[in-house]
Every structure is written in C-alpha cells, then in structure tokens.
C-alpha cells in the first residue's frame, strides 16, 4: 500500500525503515522526518505524516513485544 503519493513511498518500505532504526537503538525516538531521511526523501505536502506517525507507533509496539524477554 502506498503512503506517499507525492514520493511513491510504501507501508513496507517504511515499516522496514523503522524496524532498521530500532535495530541500531531500540529505544530511539522515531519522528517522520527521520524516517524519510532515511529513505532519502523530504516530505512535500506532508498529509501522510498522520499515517506514518501511526506506523511508528504500531510497528515499534510490535518490535518491542517481539524484543521482550519472559520473567
């Protein structure tokens, strides 16, 4: 599914992304503007930053249950 219309971004080129920030630091704080610095583009209109806040918040809650370890 496409995001970013204005740079043909995907949900899966972006869930990527945040995945290989939170490898490097798993507590990090994710914001669009890196994300798109990391796929090497600039947001334009900048109406998909609501939908890629939300993947962030998604995809690193996930990352993060994934990470926990049992008591």
């Known amino acids: 599914m ?3 219309s204005c740079n043909i971004i995907t949900e899966a080129e972006i869930k990527q992304t945040i995945i ?3 490898d ?3 507590w990090q704080l994710l914001t669009p503007g890196q ?3 990391r796929l090497k583009k600039r947001g334009k209109c900048c ?3 609501p ?3 939300e993947l962030i918040i998604e995809t ?3 990352y993060h249950k994934q990470k ?3 008591n």
Do not use: H, K, S
Request: charged share 15%; proline share 4%.
């Open 2 to 4: 496409i995001i970013c």
């Open 20 to 22: 290989d920030c939170l």
């Open 24 to 26: 490097e630091d798993m």
């Open 35 to 37: 994300i798109y610095y």
């Open 47 to 49: 109406g998909c930053f």
């Open 51 to 53: 939908n890629v806040v």
């Open 60 to 62: 690193a809650g996930e």
């Open 68 to 70: 926990q370890t049992p």
